[in-house]
């Protein structure tokens, strides 16, 4: 008798041979079916970062693949929402995981990855908050969640977890770690209650603002258009990069930004360099594969040099940032969040 997989295999791969027979190329509109189907091998990257080489006194980011970007923040080594699972989603019985498979190989696995001073957690979905990848790292790194997503974690034995609301900050080391609110949803399962349902103990999703030697960068987590970003632009700091999530949009735009719209909140937010991210990894939505960067360099046309990566694998570094006085730690408009053992 035919297993689940290779039932539902079966029928992603019938669904893929057809729609060739017709003539439509490889990066056309998926279907959803395919978001749990798909069994193709994952593609190795055409870039691959090299940590070792990056330099302290600037921003080096690397697009390790979906939200996951690995970042030098002059000298500090920042990871954000951490995917290495060959497949993301519901765990059954530790037998098999019913959710989309990755379409590209993590550009670094997770015995390539520099000692990490810090993880940034957006929200609880799981192609961000990924349990298997989690568990891997030593329980003394430093993890910061969105408001009450500590549980899903709460057995890994972590030392030091801040748990941020929207609008507090803390500090770790020299680093300054500001909360700020998204428009996504937070629950892990469907029965959880959660913030965009109007529960204010249910789960949260952040952005979050990052701070040191007077410089920032703003990673966007997973969002929908929202013009919240524009409070950013009147603090006392220069934002140097702004890492947004581009894909997912079809049918899911009231959670989830098209190109277009991450490109007006990195401009809301007042920066100047973005780093498309949550696209290209996963089959999640309907829209072509590309899509997402081909809409994104329409979009930026005239300022071409303004998206920073466009593969899987990339490495940008911010030329001119030397490293200056720290930012100023004033508790307003965010208020200081104490760290959760």
Same mark, same amino acid.
């Given at each position: ?37 798909? /069994? ?6 055409? *870039? +691959?970062? /090299? ?22 923040? *002059? ?18 019985? /530790? ?33 961000? !908050? ?9 329980? @003394? ?22 748990? !941020? ?41 952040? $952005?979050? !603002?990052?701070? +040191? ?7 966007? =987590? ?15 700091? @220069? ?7 581009? =894909?997912?949009? /079809? ?36 829209? $072509? ?9 329409? $979009? ?22 030397? $490293? =200056? ?17």
């Amino acid at each position: 008798m035919p297993t689940r997989r290779t039932f539902l295999t079966t029928i992603g791969l019938s669904l893929v041979t057809l729609s060739r027979l017709f003539g439509q190329e490889t990066f056309r509109r998926r279907t959803r079916w395919e978001m749990i189907a798909n /069994d193709e091998e994952p593609e190795t990257p055409h *870039f +691959k970062p /090299d940590p070792s080489l990056w330099d302290d006194t600037t921003i080096t980011a690397a697009w390790i693949g979906h939200a996951t970007v690995l970042i030098n923040f *002059f000298g500090t080594r920042i990871l954000t929402d951490p995917v290495f699972s060959p497949r993301v989603g519901l765990n059954v019985a /530790d037998l098999f995981t019913i959710g989309p498979k990755r379409l590209v190989h993590p550009a670094l696995t997770f015995d390539e990855l520099p000692p990490i001073d810090i993880v940034l957690v957006s929200h609880a979905h799981m192609d961000h !908050l990924d349990t298997p990848s989690l568990r891997r790292f030593p329980r @003394t790194t430093p993890l910061v969640m969105a408001k009450n997503t500590v549980d899903v974690i709460e057995d890994f034995g972590f030392q030091e977890i801040y748990e !941020l609301d929207w609008g507090e900050w803390t500090q770790i080391g020299d680093v300054r770690i500001e909360a700020f609110e998204v428009k996504h949803f937070g629950w892990r399962y469907p029965w959880e209650k959660d913030r965009s349902r109007g529960y204010h103990e249910g789960r949260s999703f952040n $952005a979050y !603002l990052v701070m +040191k030697n007077g410089h920032s960068f703003v990673f966007g =987590g997973d969002t929908a258009y929202h013009e919240m970003f524009k409070s950013l632009s009147a603090r006392a700091t @220069t934002i140097d990069l702004a890492i947004m999530p581009i =894909g997912a949009y /079809d049918p899911w735009i009231h959670n989830h930004a098209n190109p277009e719209q991450a490109l007006a909140m990195t401009d809301h937010m007042g920066a100047y360099y973005m780093l498309p991210i949550h696209w290209r990894t996963f089959i999640q939505s309907e829209e $072509a594969t590309l899509e997402p960067m081909q809409r994104l360099k329409v $979009a930026a046309a005239s300022q071409p040099d303004r998206i920073v990566l466009d593969s899987v694998g990339q490495t940008w570094a911010l030329s001119f940032a030397t $490293a =200056g006085a720290e930012f100023p730690l004033d508790p307003e408009p965010g208020t200081s969040a104490p760290h959760r053992q």
